[in-house]
T-cell receptor, first 110, second 113 residues
Framework: DAKTTQPNSMESNEEEPVHLPCNHS???????IHWYRQLPSQGPEYVIH???SNVNNRMASLAIAEDRKSSTLILHRATLRDAAVYYC???????????FGQGTILTVHP | DGGITQSPKYLFRKEGQNVTLSCEQN?????MYWYRQDPGQGLRLIYY???????QKGDIAEGYSVSREKKESFPLTVTSAQKNPTAFYLC????????????FGPGTRLTVT
């Protein structure tokens, strides 16, 4: 699995877009990029994933660099409920080892 | 409802005692994982299992042991050899294939005094 690097923290105002970056320079060609978020004292929950193309779902968008060495999670209009720790994960060929980095603490101001 | 259950939510033990944390899933997932989380830190992989009767060490396996006798169950034993066992423990599972996401349980907070 690939090591991931994320900023320790980011801040946003409510209803503004948020771009959360992640570097995964050692990603292999078959590794997917997954994003999760975690609220205090809870297990992480899945947000979005992708391989090469940009992806959209009801929660967020995922922009993947052409060389796949980085990706950006986009929350189009942050809400107070989006305040959480966001983790990106790159790896998991078949059933393989899946690790997490330190994550980014997102603070959303009203 | 399908999901992952971890029990108990809070667990207290005295130093020197082994303790086993339960993790059960009814999602028919092949792969299961144990992570440890310390305050303000990310998740660190303890053990993972790809199929029944097979498991591999993660990054911090020392002082821990696991078994995978059934597809649905992946219990974690924190032994007395683990020097700092107090932490939040998370279990996860995933179906086969690179594209699939992990599903996490609610976690067990272990306190050893």
């Amino acid at each position: 699995d690939a090591k991931t690097t994320q900023p320790n923290s980011m801040e946003s105002n409510e209803e503004e877009p948020v771009h959360l970056p992640c570097n995964h320079s050692t990603i292999s060609g078959t590794d997917y990029i997954h994003w999760y978020r975690q609220l205090p004292s809870q297990g992480p929950e899945y947000v979005i994933h992708g391989l090469t193309s940009n992806v959209n779902n009801r929660m967020a968008s995922l922009a993947i660099a052409e060389d796949r060495k980085s990706s950006t999670l986009i929350l189009h209009r942050a809400t107070l409920r989006d305040a959480a720790v966001y983790y990106c994960q790159a790896g998991g060929t078949s059933y393989g080892k899946l690790t997490f980095g330190q994550g980014t603490i997102l603070t959303v101001h009203p | 409802d399908g999901g992952i259950t971890q029990s108990p939510k809070y667990l207290f033990r005295k130093e020197g005692q082994n303790v086993t944390l339960s993790c059960e899933q009814n999602l028919n997932h092949d792969a299961m994982y144990w992570y440890r989380q310390d305050p303000g830190q990310g998740l660190r992989l303890i053990y993972y299992s790809q199929i029944v009767n097979d498991f591999q060490k993660g990054d911090i396996a020392e002082g821990y042991s696991v078994s995978r006798e059934k597809k649905e169950s992946f219990p974690l034993t924190v032994t007395s050899a683990q020097k700092n066992p107090t932490a939040f423990y998370l279990c996860a599972s995933r179906t086969s294939g690179n594209s699939y996401e992990q599903y996490f349980g609610p976690g067990t907070r272990l306190t050893v005094t």
